[in-house]
Nanobody, 116 residues
Framework: VQLVESGGGLVQAGGSLRLSCATS????????MGWYRQAPGKRRELVAE???????NYPDSVNGRFTISRDNAKNTVYLQMNSLKPEDTAVYYC???????????WGQGTQVTVSS
């Protein structure tokens, strides 16, 4: 199983980034896909998730600014991040999980840095 994130980088406040997570070794269409982030000294937190049927979920901190989407044909999940703020600075991780199973898989993370 591999989850490979890409698209991170340095951006000014108010800017945008699009993250991608390409997967292999999983039945992508059966997985709930999620994006999480972890800032230095803080716990890893959910940023966005998309369920098998396409329903999405966001915490208040990113709702209206971030959009998660999935392409089952490409086994890839995306995170469009707009109106970025310095507090969005973190390592962003992709996660896959089949709802009925306990095992979850994580990518290696991609750094997002938002300058003020």
């Amino acid at each position: 199983v591999q989850l490979v994130e890409s698209g991170g980088g340095l951006v000014q406040a108010g800017g945008s980034l699009r993250l991608s997570c390409a997967t292999s070794g999983i039945i992508f269409s059966r997985n709930t896909m999620g994006w999480y982030r972890q800032a230095p000294g803080k716990r890893r937190e959910l940023v966005a998730e998309i369920f098998v049927g396409g329903t999405t979920n966001y915490p208040d901190s990113v709702n209206g600014r971030f959009t998660i989407s999935r392409d089952n044909a490409k086994n890839t999940v995306y995170l469009q991040m707009n109106s970025l703020k310095p507090e969005d600075t973190a390592v962003y991780y992709c996660r896959s999980k089949i709802p009925s199973e306990s095992m979850a898989y994580w990518g290696q993370g991609t750094q997002v840095t938002v300058s003020s």
